[in-house]
């Protein structure tokens, strides 16, 4: 072979072999998308169960019939049902988080953006109902799975030390009441949610609002007063 000729197949081999390894790599990341895309729906789906029926109904023969799948095919993308129940928990407390994370998202924070951050908290549609049956299952869940336990006790710590920030920050600026610390109006804010969250589900969705209507008035109340003219 010719210099020149092998050059060329050198060149032409080199380039082939970047384009497979790009090529698959490119597959591999779809394949990831695919595969957490999957556990994701398979979460959902779990989690749609246990808010439909309890965590007893659970079983991998009724969420693969859910899924309109075998049981062969959930055990590819969970070794446990163990595993598929965490995995549902995770699904409704994040989008439950994930509101609330939003709602506390602002720059400029006074009493009116409050209101959202524990509106958000609440079951007040079908989405957050959903969500906060499961919720609740993983609340009795957790205390008898130790992982579970403190995995759910240090995130609600992230999240009460959030509220706290905007609380203080509130205080700061004098758009909110300093008799109470902000420490005790974080627990109180973060425990009657907790509360009502739980008592709201045992109301029809339609008297849920106005059940609720109290907790802002009581918000409301930690208001300053208005400067004497």
């Given at each position: ?55 007893e ?9 859910s ?16 595993e ?26 006074g ?13 007040l ?105």
């Amino acid at each position: 072979m010719s210099s020149v000729r092998y050059e060329l197949y050198f060149i032409l081999r080199y380039s082939w072999q970047r384009k497979f390894v790009r090529t698959e790599r490119n597959w591999q990341t779809v394949r990831k998308v695919d595969h957490d895309s999957r556990r994701e729906e398979v979460a959902g789906a779990a989690a749609r169960l246990i808010a439909e029926k309890g965590l007893e109904a659970l079983t991998t023969r009724a969420l693969a019939k859910s899924l309109g799948c075998s049981i062969g095919v959930l055990s590819h993308y969970f070794s446990s049902k163990e595993e598929i129940v965490i995995a549902a928990f995770r699904w409704a407390d994040q989008r439950i988080d994930l509101r609330m994370q939003e709602a506390i998202a602002t720059d400029n924070p006074g009493l009116d953006s409050f209101f959202p951050v524990i509106k958000a908290g609440l079951p007040l549609d079908e989405e957050s109902d959903l969500e906060w049956r499961v919720r609740l299952n993983l609340h009795s869940f957790a205390l008898t799975h130790e992982d579970s336990f403190f995995a759910q006790r240090e995130k609600d710590q992230h999240f009460s030390g959030l509220m706290l920030e905007m609380i203080a920050s509130m205080q700061k600026q004098g758009k909110l009441r300093d008799d109470l610390s902000a420490e005790d109006i974080t627990h109180i804010a973060f425990d009657l949610v907790i509360g009502m969250a739980k008592n709201l589900l045992m109301l029809p969705l339609e008297e849920r609002e106005t059940r609720a209507a109290y907790l802002f008035r009581m918000i409301e109340q930690l208001r300053p007063p208005a400067d004497p003219c």
